[in-house]
């Protein structure tokens, strides 16, 4: 899970698009922090996206916050693109049973069938 913190004094308010549904959208975008997780525990920064046309002006949509990551997500998943990019998938490791360094028990008459 990743958590969003921002300060709502911040937002360019011309920024907020209309949707044809009727609905009002913020275009966000998420940066890591450059040296790593902060002293907060803040894995990076959040800034409003002001569109394409403005950006490449060379305006830039403010900060408007921080983000973190709560409970292990973005490590599973930067560990799974980096096994996509190595080429190969590792292999689940087995569950630990009992606690620490105990393995699960092997069931001997269990066989595979080819």
Known sequence: ???LSIDATKLDKSAIKPHRNGGKYLALTLFD???GVDQYGNH???IQDI???RREA????????????VGGYIKEQREH????????MPQPKPALEGGYGKWPKQDDEEEIPF
């Open 1 to 3: 899970m990743i958590t």
């Open 33 to 35: 922090n450059k040296n």
């Open 58 to 69: 060379g305006e830039r949509g403010p900060i408007l916050g921080n983000w973190k990551e």
């Open 81 to 88: 693109q980096q096994s996509k990019q190595d080429g190969y």
């Open 51 to 53: 569109g394409k046309e």
């Open 44 to 46: 990076g920064y959040v």
